[in-house]
């Protein structure tokens, strides 16, 4: 059976990830890499790499079965148009566009050309958030009340050195945040409206450091998010996973996700459930059941559903217009905050 091959564009920090998970595959290889930058060649030459200096050298020359497009949020559309006008599927990295209207007309070229575009929402691929899924959806935890999720931890002070991080749109609501609002959208339901307080008092730079989020679902359940980038703490998903290879193993571990619901409550990561066995009072006493899931690496698992799409035996798990409404609930924090109002999601 020919290997499939897979075209990366950007060979940054998420790039590289992709590369080397490729690298360490069986069921696809990389068919080439393109990033202008002199580090984008050297990373090439150093792994004997075919290497462009452009993404619409490396589909024509190349012609992968599909591309990852790695490259900044600005660029995310052009380079996935080419990509659908080439007919080549596309792994687009979150978020999935600069602006909702971006996302838009990135939904509307897939959907027109039959081209299918996946976002790199990688979490939706971790075991550990499909049983969650699963298991709400199931109706075990009977109608969800409350979720309470903490996102906080330290990034070190030269991650600033870039001035972009520094200012409106370069902090934790745009760059992690969305990962949470789309794990809720995902697990829990659509989010009719969001309020949020934002605050920068910490660090001082224009960009929030810290926010308290609030969203309303459609099901009636209230979300709330506690957001920091400032704050030494292990209980954030990214620390309590483990999914993602930069962050070391903590000494203990602790859950960051906290659903519930008439029935009972799951933790995540841990995928605690509680329940009672007979009489539901306050009075009573609980039982605790860790459900089991066998671990695998969400990236390995996004990059074997990117060829499944691309072979056309599957549709993505997260398409563009999906990946639109979560980044117009992440946008709608920014906004809530800004005006000190409720944000309403309109469907679209
Ligand atoms: N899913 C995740 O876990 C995750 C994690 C980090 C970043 N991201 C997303 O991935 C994207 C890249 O982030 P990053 O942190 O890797 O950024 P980065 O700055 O480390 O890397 C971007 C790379 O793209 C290259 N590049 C820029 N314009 C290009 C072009 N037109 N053609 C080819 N290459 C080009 C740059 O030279 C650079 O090497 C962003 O959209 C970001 O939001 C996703």
């Known amino acids: 059976m020919p290997q499939f091959s897979i075209g990366l564009v950007g060979a940054g920090a998420i790039g590289r990830l992709h590369a080397d998970v490729i690298l360490k595959t069986d ?3 990389l068919a080439g890499v393109a990033d202008p930058t002199e580090a984008g060649r050297r990373f090439c030459e150093e792994r004997g790499l075919a290497w462009f200096p452009d993404h619409r050298q490396l589909l ?18 052009p380079i ?12 687009v990295e979150k978020p999935v566009a600069s602006t909702v209207e971006e996302g838009e007309a990135l939904a509307a070229a ?4 039959g081209v299918p575009v996946l976002v790199g929402h990688h979490r939706r691929h971790n075991p550990i958030i499909a ?23 330290f990034k070190p002070e030269p991650y600033f050195d870039m001035a972009w991080r520094r200012e409106p749109g370069g902090g934790p609501i745009l760059i992690n945040l969305i990962h949470e609002i789309d794990l809720i959208r995902f697990i829990c339901g659509e989010i009719e409206s969001v309020q949020a307080v934002t605050s920068n008092a910490v660090r001082g730079f224009p960009v929030e450091d810290t926010a308290a989020v609030l969203l309303q679902l459609a099901n009636g359940a209230l979300v709330t ?7 030494v703490t292990p209980w954030s998903w990214d620390l309590s996973s483990g999914e993602l290879p930069p962050y070391p193993p903590q000494p203990a571990p602790v859950n960051s996700h906290f659903i519930s619901g008439t029935l009972g409550s799951l933790t995540l990561p841990r995928l605690e459930l509680w329940r009672y066995q007979g009489e539901k009072s306050w009075f009573a006493e609980l039982s605790q059941d860790a459900l089991a899931v066998t671990r695998t690496s969400p990236y390995v698992e996004q990059l074997r559903h990117l060829c499944e799409v691309a072979r056309g035996e599957t ?4 398409n563009a217009a999906d990946a639109t409404r979560t980044l117009r609930a992440t946008l709608a924090v920014s906004e809530a905050a800004r005006t000190g109002r409720r944000v309403a999601l309109t469907s679209g």
Do not use: M, W
């Open 225 to 231: 998010i506690s957001l920091s980038d400032t704050a």
């Open 80 to 91: 996935s148009l080419d990509a659908i006008a080439a007919g080549v599927p596309v792994l």
């Open 60 to 77: 024509e020359q190349a012609r992968p079965d599909a591309l990852i497009v790695a490259t900044p949020n600005n660029t995310h559309l």
């Open 110 to 113: 897939s959907a027109k050309a």
């Open 315 to 318: 549709t993505p798990l997260i």
């Open 27 to 29: 069921f696809c290889g």
């Open 131 to 153: 049983r969650a899924r699963e298991l709400v959806g199931s109706g075990e935890l009977g109608r969800l009340t409350n979720v309470t999720v903490l996102y906080t931890f």
